[in-house]
């Protein structure tokens, strides 16, 4: 009798072990999916423009990027700062009527119309060809302090892959004809594209006074790739303000990115002739 009790403890013990070992194993799972979710949630965040993807925390999530660097942009643009260049020369705008806007896609961050070869500037005797344009809401570069309801990126690239941007901004006041033109292509879905195929006229949406700002500063947006050309044209063109609601509704509430420090940068000032 004390024998079979015995063995009775014994089997007893022996499934308690495996129930045990069991569980064990199977919380050890449960913690390892776990932390492999997380790990997994951590890598696929996307930055954006507020919360924890905002700008601020751009560096953590775009470990590759200049988004640290030493010449970043937008910055406040400061009249009583800024150098008189007489040496600098007017940009050469080649814009053309005849060249065509490919697409209107929604990234998600910005509305970005996308053109078809044929539009150009020259600077120094270096041609940048037009790749696409872009908006932000309200403006990310501030003059005096001031930000615009809207500015507008016009990005070129070299055939060396220098990059310059002419920036225009947007004040509130006349309907512009051009952007009913761009708008008549919205709304479009985040992520989506629309083919457009249809000729533009860019030089409607610059001002006709071409003074400038010029400095040295990166993308605005991750990687934030330094060696960016700045051309920002201090007189800023009028659109309506249900012009600005319409892009408004498509685009991430405040798409611009803060003032980046200066950091010993000077801004060139160029007067028209």
């Given at each position: 009798m004390?024998?079979?009790?015995?063995?009775?403890?014994?089997?007893?013990?022996?499934?308690?072990?495996?129930?045990?070992?069991?569980?064990?194993?199977?919380?050890?799972?449960?913690?390892?999916?776990?932390?492999?979710?997380?790990?997994?949630?951590?890598?696929?965040?996307?930055?954006?423009y507020e919360g924890e993807t905002g700008p601020e925390h751009w560096v953590e999530i775009e470990k590759q990027?200049?988004?640290?660097?030493?010449?970043?942009?937008?910055?406040?643009?400061?009249?009583?700062?800024?150098?008189?260049?007489?040496?600098?020369?007017?940009?050469?705008?080649?814009?053309?009527?005849?060249?065509?806007?490919?697409?209107?896609t929604n990234n998600g961050h910005s509305i970005q119309y996308n053109f078809e070869k044929g539009d150009y500037i020259t600077i120094n005797d270096?041609?940048?060809?037009?790749?696409?344009?872009?908006?932000?809401?309200?403006?990310?570069h501030t003059i005096n302090g001031i930000r615009y309801p809207l500015e507008m990126h016009l990005v070129h690239v070299s055939k060396n892959n220098k990059?310059?941007?002419?920036?225009?901004?947007?004040?509130?006041?006349?309907?512009s004809e051009p952007f009913n033109?761009?708008?008549?292509?919205?709304?479009?879905?985040?992520?989506?594209?629309?083919?457009?195929?249809?000729?533009?006229?860019?030089?409607?949406?610059?001002?006709?006074?071409?003074?400038?700002?010029?400095?040295?500063?990166?993308?605005?947006t991750p990687p934030c790739t330094e060696g960016v050309s700045w051309y920002i044209f201090k007189t800023p063109i009028t659109i309506s303000l249900n012009q600005v609601?319409?892009?408004?509704k498509l685009m991430p509430l405040n798409n611009y990115r803060n003032e980046q420090p200066m950091n010993g940068r000077v801004v060139k000032h160029y007067i028209p002739h």
């Open positions: 004390r024998n079979k009790n015995t063995l009775l403890v014994l089997i007893s013990l022996t499934i308690f072990s495996c129930k045990n070992n069991t569980e064990t194993t199977t919380l050890n799972t449960s913690i390892i999916e776990n932390k492999q979710e997380l790990v997994s949630q951590k890598e696929s965040k996307h930055w954006t990027s200049d988004c640290d660097g030493k010449q970043q942009s937008p910055i406040n643009i400061i009249d009583v700062d800024v150098e008189d260049d007489n040496s600098l020369k007017p940009i050469t705008i080649f814009y053309s009527s005849n060249v065509k806007v490919h697409d209107v270096e041609k940048h060809e037009l790749k696409q344009i872009h908006f932000h809401e309200a403006s990310e990059i310059t941007v002419l920036a225009v901004m947007a004040k509130e006041g006349e309907s033109f761009l708008e008549n292509y919205l709304p479009v879905k985040n992520g989506q594209t629309k083919q457009i195929n249809t000729n533009f006229d860019l030089n409607l949406n610059l001002p006709k006074n071409k003074e400038y700002y010029m400095y040295g500063g990166s993308l605005t609601k319409q892009l408004q």
